[in-house]
């Protein structure tokens, strides 16, 4: 079977969009370069790409890791629970880390 990479592509930048995230954010979360990131979404002379960078990209775009390999295989994965489960996760810990830094600037603003 072929591979759709315009398929990933499709999905890399409608999901951007979504989070409103940008592409150096992706690449910071992701740890995948920024040309890499700029190939995948324009398509750009598509290669045979490691399966950890497309597991790196799905879960910075906050998709569980096997995301984007089943985009690509053609079996474009819909809203399931362990998404869910999984973006609700990352909301936990975002909030978290949120409240940490409101604590240490009541800290710093108390002295």
Not at 10 to 19: F, H, K, S, V, Y
Not at 35 to 54: E, F, M, V, W, Y
Not at 65 to 83: C, E, I, M, Q
């Amino acid at each position: 079977m072929s591979k759709d990479w315009q398929a990933v592509a499709d999905a890399i930048n409608a999901r951007l969009d979504e989070l409103e995230m940008t592409q150096k954010e992706l690449a910071d979360r992701s740890g995948v370069s920024v040309a890499t990131l700029r190939q995948l979404q324009k398509n750009d002379a598509p290669r045979k790409r490691s399966p950890r960078t497309l597991a790196a990209v799905s879960e910075g775009l906050r998709w569980p890791p096997d995301h984007l390999g089943k985009v690509l295989d053609g079996d474009a994965p819909g809203d399931s629970l362990p998404h869910i489960a999984a973006e609700l996760s990352q909301l936990r810990a975002d909030i978290k880390d949120l409240q940490a830094r409101v604590s240490e600037l009541e800290t710093d603003r108390s002295r």
